[in-house]
């Protein structure tokens, strides 16, 4: 558990390994099972299955049976928790682990899987000309931390409020944190 002085958040994860998906299939509401069907690549069916079985084992942990009463709706756009007093989620996954967090307040998480790439030519799409100069400037091992510290927070300030432009969000909390160095 995390707080800010205005809210709460939680962060939960799940090592994709330790879980049979297919004998979770059966939990998904309806509109989750339709979104299932339209998922055609075996890795990302198996992440969509357990983000959904992690989201729920989280909200009963937190919130017990009331949990229940929340609906997932999904149809576009991000996740959402319909429901009288329902909280904010986020949902997030990368090769073999799966996030969620649970928050009061609007929330966007972000979890990544660091490797080598042409950081410069990525940043050039989704950078402001001030941030890609800076991710030039830098050493390859520094471009590594820097591109995927602003790739996941512009992912997670999306998730949370369909914006991209991360400079407005002044009064946001923003937390970095690795479950494991080799993953």
Not at 41 to 69: I, M, N
Not at 104 to 124: N, P
Not at 143 to 161: N, V
Request: charged share 25%.
């Amino acid at each position: 558990m995390n707080s800010t002085k205005e809210g709460m958040f939680h962060v939960f994860l799940l090592d994709v390994g330790e879980h049979d998906y297919k004998s979770k299939i059966g939990q998904l509401s309806g509109e989750c099972m339709e979104r299932l069907a339209r998922i055609t690549h075996p890795r990302r069916r198996e992440q969509f299955v357990l983000g959904r079985f992690l989201l729920r084992q989280a909200l009963s942990h937190l919130h017990g049976p009331v949990a229940e009463t929340w609906q997932l709706e999904a149809a576009s756009g991000k996740p959402r928790l319909m429901g009288d007093g329902a909280p904010e989620i986020s949902l997030s996954h990368s090769r073999e682990l799966v996030a969620c967090a649970i928050s009061t307040l609007e929330v966007g998480l972000d979890v990544e899987y660091c490797k080598e790439r042409d950081f410069v030519a990525i940043a050039a799409q989704f950078c402001g000309d001030a941030e890609l100069r800076h991710l030039q400037s830098l050493s390859q091992a520094e471009q590594t931390a820097s591109f995927y510290e602003m790739w996941t927070l512009k992912e997670a300030t999306f998730k949370a409020s369909e914006r991209t432009d991360t400079e407005a969000l002044g009064d946001m909390c923003y937390c970095h944190f690795r479950p494991r160095e080799n993953y």
